[in-house]
């Protein structure tokens, strides 16, 4: 794995070569490719089972892998854009509002039968 100084000096050495508009751009555009894997895979999951849609299947898999590492790693340059410390602590107070949310879900829910 790579240091995260080797990350932020390649993020400034992006962001000087190309500019920041380019670096919104390639996020906006790498978004849309995972938006766009994600909607083929729930396509291709409703169809009946067969070699041929498993192989589609595996397949879309794989991209969304490196989709996903595309928006993480876009995703990290415009955090170290606008600022690292604010964007966490905006991360970390809606991972406490969710959990505060889903806690209150669980409690209310326990005893309740599951619906199908
Ligand atoms: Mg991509």
Excluded at 8 to 33: A, P, Q
Excluded at 53 to 58: A, G, Q, S, V, W
Excluded at 62 to 78: F, G, K, P, R, Y
Aim: with cysteine; charged share 40%; hydrophobic share 30%.
């Amino acid at each position: 794995m790579l240091d995260k100084k080797y990350y932020l000096e390649t993020f400034d050495m992006f962001r000087s070569s190309w500019g920041e508009e380019s670096e919104f751009r390639l996020c906006i555009e790498e978004m849309s490719e995972l938006t766009k894997e994600l909607c083929k895979f729930m396509r291709y999951s409703r169809n009946e089972k067969s070699q041929e849609n498993d192989e589609k299947l595996k397949q879309i898999k794989s991209n969304i892998i490196e989709e996903t590492a595309d928006v993480l790693i876009c995703a990290s340059q415009i955090m170290h854009i606008v600022g690292e410390d604010e964007v966490r602590k905006v991360m970390d107070y809606k991972i406490q509002r969710g959990r505060k949310i889903v806690e209150d879900y669980i409690n209310k829910t326990k005893n309740q039968p599951k619906k199908n």
